[in-house]
């Protein structure tokens, strides 16, 4: 064996003994999930005192048989580093993939054959490498579209601590049911990420701006393939570009808007799902539960004033005939189609040119041309009918743009449980533009919220279907077990089920049980009083006027019991805080004014695995209560 130097992040020796076992166990063989369980199983019975292999990671050189690539981490002294090893027969020429590698050594493995053992960094934020292992080594790796599999989407604010903890429930889940639920690396592209050049100008002093989780488009793709092949999970998941956002309240502004939200999907190209918002061009004083909707009169102007007279006779002929679906048969009569045509029109063909875009942009990625298409009908300020559903979707599947998933506004609040009382649900209503929530509810139900809901669940998971679509719920994160039981009894086991800020909660939950004065716990603190600073200043809009109404009312800084839909803490924070993360730590008494998400990228092992235990279980938990 060759000498080394000291500052080698995985000992010589723990090195041999794990290509003794590679070569051993895989050698002139096929390499298959089995060979790669029990290579894991006999190295787990290794005693090594500076290297953790992640042994479903393991595979052969695309061009050199005997060289095998396996992801591993370098546990000697302070955090684990993530290396990509190569374990080589002496013979094997040197890899041109990974230039330059990090030298272990030369040595014999048990069985006598010399071997090159040498390390890569391969953490989820070294990109270029993970990219070149999934793309050129084990393309099993890359993501899938989804098409009707049903998935717990799985957002991730902090990708390296809550990717791995995903797919190992996932995992479980495979391992029990046979059911691949795997629909992991989402958050909106234009909101909660944004592009790597933008991350960059980013002060943190608008804790609303985009890409307030300090995670660029880029880098949470990356990291999902990362916590893949590390996890072993080659059975497929979904990579999704949450709500490309269009705004603007001028032609000139929608313009600039739509290119920021092309240029995301540019930047985008190896994601297989993406959703679309272009809740801002909604006319909803088209639609009559609007305070302030406007007379027929009006709505025929505007229907006249934004479509030619071959859209508005297209519109009247396809749309007014029966639609059989489910058991039931709706019929749009040609006042409600008008009023659905402004309603929805101008967003329905900016999703046409959006759906164009990213078709292009797949097609020249060399990353596969297929995806799933999901246009956010649920950003719309009202609760979503059959109706406007059957005509958003059939609008797009006979203009050639079909969408695989359809997410209504089931009326679900972010992070929030759904009022299962009619008192609950007077005051949960207030301020939202449901006006025929309350009294349906009380005159149809009995004062059953989740009665209600049942019943439009099922009606709407029937229109998803009949489109041969799958029904999306959004705002998935705080909902309790007879809401999920719900969908999934009127989805059929069909349903995209949508998490985020859950799994963010969750890490704050940890930091808040530190002892106080700890520096952790204290820095959730100063997250605290940030967020309440913010506030006092207006940054949140309209509501900001919450962080004093909580503290009035005693919540203090509570995020509530996640048992209980955090329904009894501090709404303001549980809403807000995580948009903190992208700010810096203005108060540190040590003056180490970094953001906060840098900070919580330092989180000690023994807190970043209680929090993926429990964000394992969460993912884990909403699979059993959508089974029924």
């Keep these: 064996m060759t000498a080394a130097p000291l500052e080698l992040p995985v000992q010589p020796g723990d090195a041999a003994a794990v290509a003794s076992l590679v070569f051993q166990h895989c050698e002139g063989r096929a390499l298959n999930d ?113 098409g009707a599999q049903p998935a717990i989407a799985a957002g991730n604010r902090h990708p390296e601590i809550s990717l791995p903890a995903v797919f190992e429930a996932y995992r479980r889940l495979w391992k029990d049911t046979g059911v691949n639920l795997a629909s992991t690396v989402q958050l909106s592209a234009t909101r909660e990420m944004t592009t790597d050049e933008a991350l960059a100008a980013r002060d943190g002093e608008d804790p609303t ?110 749309f007014r005939r029966p639609f059989p679906i489910a058991g039931s048969v709706y019929r749009l009569p040609a006042n409600d189609v008008v009023r659905l045509a402004v309603k929805f029109g101008r967003s329905l063909k900016l999703n046409e040119e959006l759906y164009d875009s990213i078709r292009r942009v797949k097609a020249a990625s060399g990353l596969g041309r297929a995806f799933d298409f999901e246009p956010s009908i649920d950003e719309a300020e009202t609760l979503t009918t059959p109706e406007e559903m059957i005509f958003y979707m059939h609008w797009l599947k006979d203009r050639g743009r079909p969408a695989q998933l359809v997410p209504p506004n089931l009326g679900f609040k972010k992070r929030q449980a759904y009022p299962e009382t009619a008192a609950e649900l007077r005051a949960y209503v207030e301020h939202k533009m449901w006006p025929e929530l309350a009294p349906r509810v009380a005159g149809e139900f009995d004062g059953r919220p989740l009665a209600e809901l049942a019943r439009r669940l099922r009606q709407l998971a029937g229109v998803a279907k009949h489109f041969n679509g799958t029904l999306s719920i959004h705002s998935g994160s705080g909902k309790q077990a007879a809401v999920l039981e719900s969908i999934g009894e009127a989805a059929g086991g069909r349903v995209n089920y949508k998490i985020s800020g859950e799994l963010q909660l969750q890490l704050f939950d940890v930091l808040g049980e530190q002892p106080p004065g700890s520096c952790w716990h204290e820095m959730l603190g100063r997250m605290v009083a940030r967020a309440d600073a913010f506030a006092a200043a207006g940054a949140f809009g309209e509501e900001s006027s919450l962080a004093a109404h909580y503290r009035a009312i005693g919540r203090g800084s509570s995020l509530g019991d996640p048992g209980r839909g955090r329904r009894d803490g501090n709404l303001f924070l549980v809403f807000w805080i995580g948009n903190i993360v992208g700010s810096r730590d203005a108060g540190s008494p040590e003056g180490d004014h970094r953001f906060f998400q840098e900070k919580l990228d330092e989180l000690p092992e023994d807190l970043i695995e209680e929090t993926r235990r429990r964000n394992t279980e969460y993912v884990l938990w909403l699979a059993r209560c959508l089974r029924g």
């Design 34 to 146: 089995e060979i790669r369980a029990r290579l894991g199983a006999a190295t787990r019975g290794l005693e090594l005192a500076s290297l953790r292999a992640w042994c479903g990671s393991l595979q052969r050189d695309p061009i050199h048989a005997s060289s095998y690539y396996l992801a591993a981490d370098a546990v000697g002294g302070g955090r684990p580093r993530p290396v990509l090893l190569r374990l080589a027969a002496a013979s094997s020429p040197a890899s041109a993939l990974f230039p330059n590698p990090l030298l272990i050594g030369r040595m014999r493995t048990a069985g006598g054959l010399e071997v090159v053992v040498s390390a890569i960094a391969f953490s989820a934020r070294d990109g270029d490498a993970v990219r070149k292992f999934a793309e050129q080594v084990d393309r099993d790796f890359l993501p899938r579209p989804q």
């Design 209 to 318: 701006a985009a890409g307030h989780t300090r995670v660029s488009i880029r880098r949470l793709y990356e990291a999902g393939l990362w916590a893949a092949i590390r996890a072993g999970w080659r059975h497929g998941y979904t990579a999704e570009a949450d709500h490309v956002i269009i705004t603007g309240d001028t032609p000139e502004a929608i313009a600039r808007s739509v290119e920021a939200g092309q240029e995301a999907i540019r930047q985008a190209a190896g994601y297989t799902k993406f959703t679309t918002d272009t809740s801002r061009l909604f006319e909803l004083e088209a639609d009559p539960r609007h305070p302030r909707a406007w007379s027929d009169a009006v709505v025929g102007e505007r229907f006249e004033a934004l479509f030619d007279a071959g859209e508005r006779a297209w519109l009247l002929d396809e």
